[in-house]
T-cell receptor, first 113, second 109 residues
């Protein structure tokens, strides 16, 4: 158990809909990262938050948005869903100090039908 | 962020030592080298991290030459359960943790 909790584990929704994925980082970790992994594809970095502030942005679509709350949990919002958004979405967290290891959650499997 | 190059795939047999090399010619002075392991449908798992020379933990060793332009992850006596994708990451500070394509290791009986 990495200590990072992602909910829900599975999500099935229709095209055009909006969903929210939730991530609770390890206790004390200030950084949260979001990744998308499509079937047999690599991990695509989406966005990083540090202590509530956006730190870095990757290949995140305009239909997607995220935030990190004062209690450090994070949410990834996906809207106007398309079939191609079907993927595993991972959240990871790391401590505030430099060059620390990141801990990944078990992911949320999103299926858009 | 330094770009990394590693083999797309490797094959090995149970009990053998596996060495996966990663090239990172543009590594910066404050960059660390980190390796992760990922099983299908699971999140990546930290294996080992180093800055220079050799680092060893209970699961792997990491060899980094003096020029730090490459690194080698060494897995001693692999088993079937070591079949996974291995990622080499290079970065420093509050980095973006950018993952490349990784190396798919297949361990055969």
């Amino acid at each position: 158990d990495s200590g990072v909790t992602q909910t829900p584990k599975h999500l099935i929704t229709a095209t055009g809909q909006r969903v929210t994925l939730r991530c609770s980082p390890r206790s004390g970790d200030l950084s949260v990262y979001w990744y998308q992994q499509s079937l047999d594809q690599g991990l695509q970095f989406l966005i990083q938050y540090y202590n509530g502030e956006e730190r870095a942005k990757g290949n995140i679509l305009e239909r997607f948005s995220a935030q990190q709350f004062p209690d450090l949990h994070s949410e990834l919002n996906l809207s106007s869903l398309e079939l191609g958004d079907s993927a595993l979405y991972f959240c990871a967290s790391s401590a505030a100090t430099l060059n620390t290891e990141a801990f990944f959650g078990q992911g949320t499997r999103l299926t858009v039908v | 962020l330094a770009k990394t190059t590693q083999p797309i795939s490797m094959d090995s047999y149970e009990g053998q030592e596996v060495n996966i090399t990663c090239s990172h010619n543009n590594i910066a002075t404050n960059d660390y080298i980190t390796w992760y392991q990922q099983f299908p449908s699971q999140g990546p798992r930290f294996i080992i991290q180093g800055y220079k020379t050799k680092v060893t933990n209970e699961v792997a060793s990491l060899f980094i030459p003096a020029d730090r332009k490459s690194s080698t992850l060494s897995l001693p006596r692999v088993s079937l359960s070591d079949t996974a994708v291995y990622y080499c990451l290079v970065g420093g500070g509050y980095n973006k943790l950018i993952f490349g394509a990784g190396t798919r290791l297949a361990v055969h009986p």
